[in-house]
C-alpha cells in the first residue's frame, strides 16, 4: 500500500515548455486534489476531482488542467510554463468526501527559469 | 466560497508553554475542521480534526475548539515541545466540497 505517490520529485523548466506532474493513489479514495504551496506559503487548490470523469476549478486554477480517467490516476497539466508557477505541489485523496482525512503525497518541487 | 484565515502568522514559545492559532471559516454550512502539521521539507500530516456537532476534542497536548456561532475554530498546544516547531494549517469544509486551507503559522519551540 503505497499511499499517494507523486512524480517527479524535482524538475526544472524552461519558459513555455510544458509537462505533466502524475499522481496515483492506490487507496480507492474517491476524491483527489492538487495544491501548490509557494515558499513560506500556504497550500492554495488548484483542481479537484470527486470522482472518474469529473474535475473542477480551485482556488487558482489557471496556467493547469487536469483529467481522472480512472480512480486512481490524477495527473496536472502545466501548459507554457511561467516563473509563476514555480512552486512545491502536492497531490491528495480522501475517501467519499472532502470532510475526510487527506492523504498527501511527498510533493513535487517545480522551477521555471 | 469558502475562505479560510488563520492567525498568526508566526508564533514563538518557550518550551513547556501553551500555544493558540487561530483560525476563522466564512461559508456557515462548512462542517468540517482540520488541523495538519508540516514539518520542514515534509508533507502536511493530520494531527487532529473537529466536526461541527462537537465543541471540542482533545489528543494529548492537543485540543481544539469549535465555535459555530462566530465561525471561528482553535488550536491549542500544550506543554510545547522543541518536536512541535513545524508550520499548521487549519482548514476547512462541506461534505460533499473541497478542503479549503488557511495561509499558516509557522510555530517556533525554543528549549
Known amino acids: 500500500n503505497a499511499g499517494v505517490t507523486q512524480t517527479p520529485k524535482f524538475r526544472i523548466l524552461k519558459i513555455g515548455q510544458s509537462m505533466t506532474l502524475q499522481c496515483t493513489q492506490d487507496?480507492?479514495?474517491?476524491?483527489m486534489y492538487w495544491y501548490r504551496q509557494d515558499p513560506g506559503m500556504g497550500l492554495k487548490l488548484i483542481y479537484y476531482?470527486?470522482?472518474?470523469?469529473?474535475?473542477d476549478k480551485g482556488e487558482v486554477p489557471n496556467g493547469y488542467n487536469v483529467s481522472r480517467s480512472t480512480t486512481e490516476d490524477f495527473p496536472l497539466r502545466l501548459e507554457l510554463a511561467a516563473p509563476s508557477q514555480t512552486s512545491v505541489y502536492f497531490c491528495a485523496s480522501s475517501w467519499l468526501s472532502g470532510a475526510n482525512v487527506l492523504t498527501f503525497g511527498a510533493g513535487s518541487r517545480l522551477t521555471v527559469l | 466560497g469558502e475562505n479560510v484565515e488563520q492567525h498568526p502568522s508566526t508564533l514563538s514559545v518557550q518550551e513547556g508553554d501553551s500555544a493558540v492559532i487561530k483560525c476563522t471559516y466564512s461559508?456557515?454550512?462548512?462542517?468540517?475542521f482540520p488541523w495538519y502539521k508540516q514539518e520542514l521539507g515534509k508533507r502536511p500530516q493530520l494531527i487532529i480534526d473537529i466536526r461541527s456537532n462537537v465543541g471540542e476534542k482533545k489528543d494529548q497536548r492537543i485540543a481544539v475548539t469549535l465555535n459555530k456561532t462566530a465561525k471561528h475554530f482553535s488550536l491549542h498546544i500544550t506543554e510545547t515541545q522543541p518536536e512541535d516547531s513545524a508550520v499548521y494549517f487549519c482548514?476547512?469544509?462541506?461534505?460533499?466540497?473541497?478542503?479549503?486551507f488557511g495561509t499558516g503559522t509557522r510555530l517556533q519551540v525554543f528549549p
Open positions: 476531482s470527486v470522482g472518474a470523469g469529473i474535475t
Open positions: 487507496m480507492n479514495h474517491n476524491y
Open positions: 461559508d456557515s454550512a462548512s462542517n468540517y
Open positions: 482548514a476547512a469544509s462541506k461534505n460533499t466540497d473541497k478542503l479549503i
